[in-house]
């Protein structure tokens, strides 16, 4: 069987090198993990068939259209911002509106109908984990600690779903504690607020810690410090191919390299001051 070739690194803004990173964030979905592919899939008509049952609603296509681009805008916060989205969109419609933790429950539910035999393989020994994980990602991650790199993970997910996953894929043990995801007090948490808390506890300039995802909010915000923001154009279902709706929006956030997954993973770490 013919190997499918690596993708070369795309370097968007060649002035963000040299730098020798000291730590790593790491968004989860889509960027190590595969378990919740397909996740836009489910939302997105959940969204629009509460919108369509609104008394003002638009013709279907423009509400599709206004759900892909608010689940591109906030693709990569917590969940509930997407559904407190929804419920205000709701209420412009002429709808009566339920709290946006109803709608959060409702998505999880149906999320769950797509991905539970997922993480109950995985959980059972049916799937090996090398299958729902971003290729080169063990191994990415595994060259990281060799070189005392402290690695960080921070999801838009609940946090006790993230854990359990993290352990499914067998990448726990690269986080330790440093695992974070969203909290029922939902203003209690944030990727940006994780990120300058990695900053003061560790005293690190910017340029010291990368940040590797495939939305939008992680890489604003990486870039808004002045770290090295790494944008993952995972194509969750083709692997070893850029998904060039993922690349457009992570070079619009302002990533400083573009990377299909992790196969490369001497040059990434090159680019990042580790030979």
Same mark, same amino acid.
């Given at each position: 069987?013919?190997?499918?070739?690596?993708?070369?690194?795309?370097?968007?803004?060649?002035?963000?090198?040299?730098?020798?990173?000291?730590?790593?964030?790491?968004?989860?979905?889509?960027?190590?993990?595969?378990?919740?592919?397909?996740?836009?899939?489910?939302?997105?008509?959940m969204m629009v068939e509460y919108l369509m049952a609104t008394p003002q609603h638009e013709p279907r296509e423009v509400v599709e259209r206004l759900v892909a681009e608010m689940i591109d805008e906030t693709t990569g916060? /917590?969940?509930?911002?997407?559904? &407190?989205?929804? !419920?205000?969109?709701? %209420? *412009?419609?002429?709808?009566?509106?339920?709290?946006? @933790?109803?709608?959060?429950?409702?998505?999880?539910?149906?999320?769950?109908?797509?991905?539970?035999?997922?993480?109950?393989?995985?959980?059972?020994?049916?799937?090996?984990?090398?299958?729902?994980?971003?290729?080169?990602?063990?191994?990415?991650?595994?060259?990281?600690?060799?070189?005392?790199?402290?690695?960080?993970?921070?999801?838009?997910?609940?946090?006790?779903?993230?854990?359990?996953?993290?352990?499914?894929?067998?990448?726990?043990?690269?986080?330790?504690?440093?695992?974070?995801?969203?909290?029922?007090?939902? /203003?209690?948490?944030?990727?940006? &607020?994780?990120? !300058?808390?990695?900053? %003061? *506890?560790?005293?690190?300039?910017?340029?010291?810690? @990368?940040?590797?995802?495939?939305?939008?909010?992680?890489?604003?915000?990486?870039?808004?410090?002045?770290?090295?923001?790494?944008?993952?154009?995972?194509?969750?279902?083709?692997?070893?191919?850029?998904?060039?709706?993922?690349r457009e929006r992570l070079i619009r956030a302002g990533a400083h390299v573009i990377l299909a997954d992790f196969c490369r993973a001497d040059e990434i770490?090159?680019?990042?001051?580790?030979?």
């Amino acid at each position: 069987m013919a190997t499918t070739p690596c993708p070369p690194l795309e370097i968007v803004r060649p002035e963000a090198f040299p730098t020798r990173i000291r730590h790593a964030l790491f968004d989860f979905d889509g960027t190590l993990s595969l378990i919740r592919q397909g996740w836009q899939q489910v939302m997105a008509p959940m969204m629009v068939e509460y919108l369509m049952a609104t008394p003002q609603h638009e013709p279907r296509e423009v509400v599709e259209r206004l759900v892909a681009e608010m689940i591109d805008e906030t693709t990569g916060k /917590q969940t509930i911002y997407q559904m &407190m989205a929804l !419920e205000e969109m709701i %209420r *412009e419609r002429g709808g009566e509106a339920r709290d946006a @933790a109803a709608y959060k429950r409702d998505y999880l539910d149906r999320l769950w109908e797509r991905i539970e035999g997922r993480v109950a393989g995985l959980e059972q020994g049916r799937i090996e984990p090398h299958s729902l994980r971003v290729s080169g990602a063990m191994a990415f991650l595994q060259a990281l600690r060799e070189r005392n790199i402290t690695c960080y993970l921070a999801s838009g997910t609940d946090v006790g779903y993230v854990r359990n996953e993290v352990r499914a894929l067998g990448l726990d043990g690269f986080f330790g504690a440093h695992v974070y995801g969203a909290l029922e007090d939902w /203003q209690s948490y944030s990727k940006a &607020m994780v990120i !300058e808390r990695i900053l %003061r *506890e560790n005293r690190l300039q910017g340029a010291e810690l @990368a940040t590797f995802g495939d939305g939008f909010v992680e890489i604003e915000n990486c870039v808004a410090v002045g770290g090295i923001a790494v944008g993952v154009a995972s194509d969750e279902e083709q692997r070893h191919r850029v998904d060039a709706w993922k690349r457009e929006r992570l070079i619009r956030a302002g990533a400083h390299v573009i990377l299909a997954d992790f196969c490369r993973a001497d040059e990434i770490l090159a680019l990042l001051g580790w030979e």
